[in-house]
């Protein structure tokens, strides 16, 4: 891979993004940090420096009344020149703004009177405060205002210049430092962008996998418990289901083809035999007679399926009707019994009062047919078979199949309910592997559930769990 197609990778990667994130809020903390330390450091120094510039008004004012204007030239004369004349500078103005006495004024001589401070403070008696910028000096000049006699002002300057060199040095501190700190924050972001992409890497590096045709990888889990490590039991759940659905879809489609192959054939056959021997009309009437069979054999097993399907999906509209439960079991007894005494089984049904329920009677009178047929058919001469309808109040209907038939392996209890699956492998019994399939979507459909209890050579038991009616459901129903 190319220097390029590596810095596009990262370029366009979300970890790169994330680093970009990081930096940004970290840049736009330090700013409003700066700025905010900026005007800290601002207005304490100016406050250091007016309150010096007070005190000085203060003594001059002590020494104009123990000694006059003659005083206050002395002791400014000398503090100036004790500052330095380039630091600080003073005026001894009138009333009227006219100088009668300052300090050497040659450093300050762009510096004047401000008439508009002086009526200020003319009329709130208060000393007045002003900046100012003087043109080529990169330091600026805070001068006071202040009455310190009758008829005496006092205009006091004082350079900022220590004040603009404590600001240039924050400025340089803190933008190496800014600097400084950005580079480890973009150093750390990126880390801890990609330790917490890492899980996410995983889950990429086995979707890549998979799409090769490995549905046996796994994305590792750390246990920490993190949302990556969700995530990663989330998606090895997803694989899993996915693998036991391709799994259950090749097994039907095995099935379906075993299933379809039978009767093709022996129509085909049928059709081949009776072409090259039948020399009579009734020959090709069972012919024909013999293919409408087949047809119809495989027109139901398709219809089940499709109707499975569209049940399990929520496809199919429900009628909600409110039924009692009790007559179509015995209906559906009734029906079977003859079936079940020429297997010289014995049916007994146990529905002695009403029990009222809301959905589709004629899906649920497939459902309970499917139930007996399958009791029926694997159950054997001299055997019981026994439904029971049981409505305990503020239970659940329950509807039980129960019979001693030839019972369930406990390896295949698990899967007697899906499409096709037959626990005799050679398929020598009857049938297409769809009827526990149909009853189990058509419960589901009305909120219900279907259960097994089965022991090999003692029989099984299947009992059909409905849901009671909703006050709403019986009100509307009646």
Known sequence: ??????????????????????????????????VLFYLLITTVLRQQTDQDLISEVRAFSSIMTVQGTK???????????????????????????????????????????????????????????????IANRRHQVRILYAIIGPGVILQLGRSMENHTRIIEAFRKIFVATTALLLVVAVGVGWFMAKRALSGVARIAGTARRISGGSLDERVPVKKQHDEIDQLALTFNQMLDRIQRL????????????????????????????TLTTGQGLAEYKNMAASTIEECDRLLGMINTMLMISRTEAGLGQLERNRMDLAVVVRDACELFS???????????????????????????????????????????????????????????????????????????????????????????????GLGLSLARAVARAHQGEVTLESQPHRGSTFTVSFPLPTDTESIATI
């Open 71 to 133: 005083g206050v030239k002395q002791q400014a004369l000398l503090e100036s020149q004790a500052a330095g004349e380039k630091k600080i500078f003073f005026r001894l103005l009138y009333i009227t703004g006219q100088v009668f006495s300052s300090s050497n004024m040659s450093y300050w001589r762009d510096i004047g009177i401000n008439r508009a401070t002086i009526n200020e403070l003319l009329r709130d008696q208060r000393p007045v405060f002003d900046t100012v910028s």
């Open 246 to 273: 391709v799994s259950e879809i090749k097994e039907m489609s095995d099935n379906i083809a075993h299933d379809l192959k039978s009767p093709i054939t022996r129509m085909r056959g049928t059709a081949e035999v």
């Open 1 to 34: 891979m190319s220097l390029n197609k590596k810095l596009a990778d990262i370029h366009h990667s979300l970890a790169f993004r994330l680093t970009l994130w990081y930096a940004g809020i970290f840049l736009l903390i330090a700013i409003v940090a700066f």
């Open 338 to 432: 003859a079936l079940a005494e020429d297997k010289k089984v014995r049916l007994a049904c146990h529905c002695p009062r009403p029990v009222f329920i809301c959905g589709d009677i004629r899906m649920i009178q497939r459902m309970i047919a499917n139930l007996l047929d399958n009791a029926v058919k694997y159950t054997p001469a001299g055997g019981k078979i026994e439904v029971t309808l049981d409505d305990d109040p503020g239970r659940p209907v329950r509807l039980m199949v129960k019979d001693t038939g030839i019972g369930i392996a406990a390896e295949d209890q698990p899967r007697v309910f899906d499409r096709f699956y037959r626990c005799d492998p050679s398929r020598s019994q009857a049938g297409t």
